[in-house]
C-alpha cells in the first residue's frame, strides 16, 4: 500500500488528495509560512501557495497566462483551442462571450425541474433497497452531472454509458504528479477517443440543428463570428470532463461536511439552513479543485522570489482556501463568513463558467434527499477519494439512510 505521508524527493508528500487531504494540508500551510513560491527541481514547475499572490497570478493575465503553448507540447496545446481555461485575452473576451450568449444562467434555471427528475430517476432503486445504503457518490453524484450535461449538448441517450466511462477514466488514474509521462499518455489516450467522439457531434450539428446547447453554440454569432467545430468540440469536452468532476466533488464534500458538523446537518433537515451558504463554505473547506496553471510571460517578482519568464506555475487554490492571512481559522467548517471570498472555482476572467450549473445540481440533489430520505449518514470508514492530481473529489461515500 502506497505510503500517502512518507515525502517524495523534493520534501514534499504525494500530491492528491487520496488521505482526505490529510498529508497535504500540513505541508501546504509549512509552504505558505517558509516557502511561498517554490521551484520544483524534480519536474521544472513553480507553486504559488498564498491567497494573495494566488489572487495576483489569477487576475494578471497580462504576466501570467492561460496559453499552453508556451510550455507545453502542441499536442496538449490543440486540445486547448476554445477551452475557456487556456486562453487568453482579447481572444478569450470573445470567446467567453459567444459562449455565455447561449449558456446563460436562465437556461441553467430552466433546467432545475428536469435535474430534480433525474435525482428522483437515480434515488428510485437504491432507496428501494432492503440494505439501507447506497454509495452518495456512484449512484448519485457520479451520474447525475453525466447525464444533465449529456442532455444539455443534445448528445444521443444510448451513449451515456460511454460518457460515463470517459468521464471516470479522465480522473480515475492514480498518479500524484500531473506532468508524469506515464500520466499524460493515459488521460491523452481518454481524451483522444472523446475529442473525436465530440468534433463528429458538432459537425453534426451544424449538419441537423437540434434543440440544444452544441447547437446553439455551432449557430451563435457574435460581431460575425462563430466557433470552429474544434473550439465548440473542446468546449464540450471541458463541460463533460471538467463539470462532471466539480458536481460530483460539490455533491459528495457537501454531504460528508454536513455529517462531520451534526448541527448543519440538523438545520438542512429542519429547512434553516442556507444551502447556498453551506455549498460556499464547502468550495472554500474542500475545493474540488485543487489547483490551476499559469505560464509567466516576463521575469516576475512574487511570494519573496523572480519567477522567470516562460515557466510553467501551479497556482494552489486549495492552498489559499486555506491561508490564515485571509480566513480565521481556516481549517474549522464555519458558515457566515464574512472576510474573504473563496477561490473554489476561481477568480478573474477564468472564473467557472459552469459554477452555476454545479450550484443547480448539487441544490436539486440536496433538495430531493432532504424530501425523499430522514436520515443519511456517512459510512466513515468506507470512504475514498480520487488518487489523482488536482482534484479533491470523493469517489466513494456510502451512506446508511432511513426513509
Not at 509560512?33 to 519536474?43: G, K, Q
Not at 446563460?104 to 428522483?120: A, G, H, N, Y
Not at 449557430?219 to 469536452?237: H, K, T, W, Y
Request: overall charge negative.
Amino acid at each position: 500500500m502506497t505510503d500517502l505521508s512518507a515525502p517524495r524527493d523534493n520534501g514534499a508528500p504525494r500530491l492528491t488528495f487520496a488521505d482526505g487531504g490529510t498529508a497535504v494540508f500540513g505541508w501546504l500551510k509549512h509552504m505558505r509560512d517558509e516557502r511561498p513560491a517554490w521551484f520544483d527541481e524534480s519536474n521544472g514547475t513553480w507553486s504559488l501557495f498564498r491567497y494573495d499572490d494566488i489572487v495576483r497570478a489569477l487576475r494578471d493575465t497580462d504576466v501570467f497566462c492561460s496559453d499552453p503553448s508556451r510550455s507545453l507540447p502542441p499536442e496538449i496545446a490543440e486540445n486547448a483551442e476554445g477551452s475557456m481555461v487556456s486562453i487568453d485575452p482579447p481572444r478569450h473576451g470573445r470567446l467567453r462571450g459567444l459562449v455565455s450568449h447561449v449558456f446563460t444562467p436562465r437556461l441553467v434555471e430552466q433546467l432545475t425541474p428536469r435535474i430534480e427528475q433525474i435525482v428522483e430517476d437515480l434515488l428510485d432503486p437504491v432507496l428501494a433497497d432492503s440494505s439501507g445504503r447506497f454509495d452518495l457518490v456512484g449512484d448519485l453524484a457520479y451520474e447525475l452531472p453525466v447525464i444533465v450535461i449529456g442532455e444539455l449538448l443534445g448528445l444521443p441517450a444510448a451513449d451515456r454509458e460511454f460518457l460515463v466511462r470517459c468521464a471516470d477514466e479522465f480522473y480515475a488514474i492514480e498518479s500524484d504528479d500531473p506532468f508524469d509521462g506515464g500520466y499524460m499518455e493515459s488521460m491523452q489516450s481518454t481524451l483522444d477517443e472523446l475529442n473525436e467522439y465530440m468534433l463528429r457531434h458538432a459537425k453534426l450539428k451544424r449538419d441537423q440543428p437540434a434543440d440544444d446547447l452544441m447547437t446553439a453554440l455551432a449557430l451563435a454569432e457574435i460581431e460575425g463570428e462563430r466557433l470552429s467545430d474544434r473550439e465548440i468540440r473542446n468546449f464540450a469536452v471541458l463541460l463533460l470532463t471538467a463539470g462532471h468532476i466539480t458536481t460530483t466533488a460539490l455533491l459528495g464534500n457537501t454531504v460528508l461536511s454536513m455529517s462531520e458538523n451534526p448541527e448543519v446537518m440538523a438545520d438542512w433537515r429542519a429547512g434553516t439552513a442556507d444551502p447556498a451558504a453551506v455549498m460556499e463554505e464547502v468550495l472554500r473547506h474542500r475545493s474540488p479543485f485543487t489547483e490551476v496553471y499559469r505560464f509567466t510571460t516576463t521575469d516576475v517578482e512574487i511570494g519573496g522570489a523572480v519567477i522567470p519568464a516562460d515557466q510553467l506555475v501551479r497556482v494552489w487554490l486549495v492552498s489559499g482556501n486555506r491561508d490564515e492571512r485571509q480566513f480565521a481559522d481556516p481549517d474549522a467548517f464555519r458558515l457566515g463568513r464574512t472576510t474573504g471570498r473563496h477561490l473554489g472555482f476561481g477568480m478573474g476572467i477564468h472564473y467557472c463558467l459552469g459554477a452555476g450549473l454545479a450550484r443547480a445540481e448539487t441544490t436539486a440533489a440536496l433538495r430531493v434527499l432532504s424530501r425523499r430520505t430522514k436520515e443519511i449518514a456517512p459510512v466513515h470508514d468506507e470512504l475514498t477519494f480520487y488518487d489523482a492530481p488536482g482534484i479533491f473529489c470523493l469517489r466513494g461515500l456510502p451512506v446508511t439512510f432511513h426513509r
